[in-house]
C-alpha cells in the first residue's frame, strides 16, 4: 500500500515493523463538547485507512479519548477546557466526559466507522503520563516554571522533523507573542500543569511535582506507546496536529526511548465551509444531529466525505450534500436491481470479477484514492463488464471499505416532499398491500391518480410519479 508521509512529504510503500500486525493510533476526541461533522471527517478517512490495510494485514488500531488536559489556549495558557464546561454545564467533568464520550461514539457507529482494538481515556492513564515525564526529567529535557513541568525543545534537534526548518522559525514567531516569561523557548510545552493555588480542580492527580494534570500532547505520546510500543507504524489524525500535537510527541517520545516514534505520519484535511473555519463559538458549528434534524442519513455525510481525496479540503455545503445523498439512493437502486437480475439469472463468477476487485483495491491502496474507488463502482454497475451476480459479489466487497450499506432498501423517492394527503394515501395502500387487500390497495390506486400521482410498485416500495 501506498501512504502519503507527511514527515518525508512523500508517497512511500508502506509495510508494518511486524509483519504479522500493523499498529496505528489515531489522536481521539476531545470529549467536553460534541464532535463537529469536521471532526467526523478525520475519522471517516481514518477508518477507510483501517479497513484498507485489513484486507492485507491484521491491524491493532489504538484511539484515545482525551478527557482532561486540553487547554483553552495553545500556548499552554488558561483553563482545561473540560473544567470550563463545568461550569458551563453545571455538570461534574467526569459527567461531562461521560456524556460526551457517549455522543460522540454514536455518530462514530453512525457513520460505520469500525470501532478501534483499543479505546484508551487519559484519566485512565496518568501512571504512565507521569512515567514518561519522570523519564524525560531523568535525561534533562524538562525544567519548572511557577506553573508546571515543561518540556525544552532546543534540547531535541529533531524539532523541525514535521514541519521543516523554515516553517518551524514562522511558528516560533508567532508562539513568542503569546509566550509566558518563564518559558525558556517560545515552542516548549507543558507536561505536568499544577492545579490553581486559588481553586479546587474537579479533576487532578498527585505527582512527584505537585498536585495537577497531565498536558494534552504527553497523553497521546504514554497511551501510544504504552499499547503498541516506542515504535508506531502508522499516526493519523487533522492536519492542525502537525505543527503542534504531533511535533510535540515526537519530541516526547524519541527523547525518552531513543527510538524512532512513527513510521509513517498520515495526516487528513480539513472540512471547510464557505463562511471559513467550522468554530463551536461563531454560530458555523455543524454536527451529525444537526444533518439528522434536517432528514439526512449520516451515511449520506459518509459518501459526501468519499467524494474528495482525504489530502484535499473538503468544502461542506448542503448542494453537495444533496448530490451525496442522490446519488447513494441511486447506488442502493443499482444494487437492488443486480441482486433482482442475479436471483433471475443465476450466472458463473468469472476471473473478471477479481479483476475488478482488484482495480478498486488499487484506487484505495493508492494513498486511499476513495473517488477514484468509487468511480470503479459507478462504471463496474453501468457498464457491462460483470454479470449482475458478479456485480453482487463485487460490491459486496467494495462495501467492506466504502461501508454506505449499498444493499439497504432505497428509500421511497421524492415521496417525502408529497402533499401530506398524498403520504397518507400511500401509507394506507402500503398496508392493504401487506395484507394482501388488492381490492382496496386497487382502490387507493385510484384515489392516488385522482389526487395527481400513478404510483408503482418496486422491490423498494411505492414509488410516485406526479401526473397531470
Ligand atoms: P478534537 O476533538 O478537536 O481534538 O479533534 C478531533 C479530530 O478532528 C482531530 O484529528 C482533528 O485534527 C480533527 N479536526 C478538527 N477540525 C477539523 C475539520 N474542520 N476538518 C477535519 N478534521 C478536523
Ligand atoms: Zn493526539
Known amino acids: 500500500m501506498q501512504l502519503y508521509n507527511t514527515e518525508t512529504r512523500r508517497k512511500e510503500e508502506f509495510t508494518p515493523l511486524n509483519p504479522k500486525e500493523a499498529t496505528m493510533y489515531c489522536c481521539g476526541p476531545t470529549v467536553y463538547n460534541y464532535a463537529h461533522i469536521g471532526n467526523m471527517r478525520t475519522y471517516i478517512f481514518e477508518d477507510l485507512l483501517a479497513r484498507t490495510l485489513r484486507l492485507s494485514m491484521p491491524l491493532k488500531h489504538v484511539m484515545n479519548v482525551t478527557d482532561v488536559g486540553h487547554l483553552v489556549s495553545d500556548a499552554d495558557e488558561g483553563e482545561d477546557k473540560m473544567e470550563v464546561a463545568t461550569a458551563r454545564e453545571g455538570k461534574s467533568a467526569w459527567d461531562?466526559?461521560?456524556?460526551?464520550?457517549?455522543?460522540?461514539?454514536?455518530?462514530?457507529?453512525?457513520?460505520?466507522?469500525?470501532?478501534?482494538?483499543?479505546?484508551?481515556?487519559?484519566?485512565?492513564?496518568?501512571?504512565?503520563?507521569?512515567?514518561?515525564?519522570?523519564?524525560?526529567?531523568?535525561?534533562?529535557?524538562?525544567?519548572?516554571?511557577?506553573?508546571?513541568?515543561?518540556?525544552?525543545?532546543?534540547?531535541?534537534?529533531?524539532?523541525?522533523?514535521?514541519?521543516?526548518?523554515?516553517?518551524?522559525?514562522?511558528?516560533?514567531?508567532?508562539?513568542?507573542?503569546?509566550?509566558?516569561?518563564?518559558?525558556?523557548?517560545?515552542?516548549?510545552?507543558?507536561?505536568?500543569?499544577?492545579?490553581?493555588?486559588?481553586?479546587?480542580?474537579?479533576?487532578?492527580?498527585?505527582?512527584p511535582w505537585g498536585v495537577g494534570f497531565p498536558g494534552w500532547h504527553v497523553e497521546c505520546s504514554?497511551?501510544?506507546?504504552?499499547?503498541?510500543?516506542?515504535?508506531?507504524?502508522?499516526?493519523?489524525?487533522?492536519?492542525?496536529?502537525?505543527?503542534?500535537?504531533?511535533?510535540?510527541?515526537?519530541?516526547?517520545?524519541?527523547?525518552?526511548?531513543?527510538?524512532?516514534?512513527?513510521?509513517?505520519?498520515?495526516?487528513?484535511?480539513?472540512?471547510?465551509l464557505r463562511a471559513g473555519k467550522m468554530s463551536k463559538s461563531g454560530g458555523t458549528f455543524v454536527t451529525l444531529q444537526t444533518?439528522?434534524?434536517?432528514?439526512?442519513?449520516?451515511?449520506?455525510?459518509?459518501?459526501?466525505?468519499?467524494?474528495?481525496?482525504?489530502?484535499?479540503?473538503?468544502?461542506?455545503?448542503?448542494?453537495?450534500?444533496?448530490?451525496?445523498?442522490?446519488?447513494?439512493q441511486t447506488l442502493r437502486r443499482e444494487a437492488a436491481k443486480a441482486v433482482q437480475t442475479a436471483a433471475r439469472q443465476p450466472l458463473p463468477l468469472t476471473a473478471r470479477l477479481e479483476e475488478i476487485k482488484n482495480k478498486f483495491r488499487a484506487a484505495m491502496e493508492d494513498d486511499l484514492n476513495a473517488p477514484k474507488a468509487l468511480a470503479v463502482v459507478w462504471e463496474t454497475l453501468r457498464g457491462a463488464e460483470l454479470n449482475a451476480a458478479e456485480k453482487v459479489e463485487f460490491l459486496k466487497f467494495a462495501d467492506g471499505i466504502l461501508a454506505l450499506d449499498v444493499f439497504r432498501a432505497p428509500q421511497e423517492e421524492n415521496n417525502e416532499e408529497l402533499p401530506q394527503e398524498v403520504k397518507d394515501l400511500l401509507a394506507r395502500r402500503a398496508e392493504a398491500r401487506a395484507a394482501k387487500d388488492y381490492k382496496k390497495s386497487d382502490e387507493l390506486r385510484a384515489a392516488l391518480a385522482a389526487a395527481g400521482y400513478a404510483v408503482k410498485d418496486t422491490p423498494q416500495g411505492q414509488q410516485t410519479e406526479k401526473i397531470k
Not at 165 to 187: C, D, Q
Not at 303 to 316: G, I, K, P, S, V
Request: hydrophobic fraction near 35%; charge should be neutral; proline fraction near 3%.
Open 291 to 328: 444533518l439528522r434534524d434536517k432528514g439526512y442519513d449520516p451515511l449520506d455525510y459518509r459518501y459526501l466525505c468519499l467524494t474528495a481525496h482525504y489530502r484535499t479540503q473538503l468544502e461542506f455545503t448542503y448542494e453537495s450534500l444533496d448530490a451525496s445523498r442522490k446519488s447513494l
Open 96 to 207: 461531562i466526559a461521560k456524556f460526551y464520550e457517549q455522543k460522540f461514539f454514536e455518530d462514530f457507529d453512525a457513520l460505520h466507522c469500525t470501532r478501534p482494538t483499543v479505546i484508551s481515556r487519559a484519566t485512565a492513564h496518568i501512571p504512565e503520563m507521569i512515567a514518561l515525564v519522570k523519564t524525560l526529567e531523568e535525561k534533562g529535557y524538562t525544567y519548572r516554571t511557577s506553573d508546571g513541568i515543561y518540556y525544552d525543545t532546543s534540547k531535541f534537534p529533531r524539532y523541525d522533523a514535521l514541519v521543516g526548518r523554515s516553517r518551524l522559525e514562522g511558528l516560533k514567531g508567532g508562539a513568542r507573542v503569546e509566550m509566558s516569561e518563564e518559558k525558556r523557548n517560545p515552542t516548549d510545552f507543558a507536561l505536568w500543569k499544577f492545579s490553581p493555588k486559588d481553586k479546587k480542580r474537579q479533576m487532578e492527580w498527585d505527582s
Open 222 to 272: 504514554a497511551m501510544a506507546m504504552k499499547y503498541l510500543g516506542p515504535t508506531v507504524d502508522i499516526h493519523c489524525g487533522g492536519i492542525d496536529h502537525v505543527s503542534v500535537h504531533h511535533t510535540n510527541e515526537i519530541a516526547q517520545s524519541e527523547a525518552a526511548t531513543g527510538q524512532k516514534y512513527v513510521r509513517c505520519w498520515v495526516h487528513g484535511e480539513f472540512l471547510v
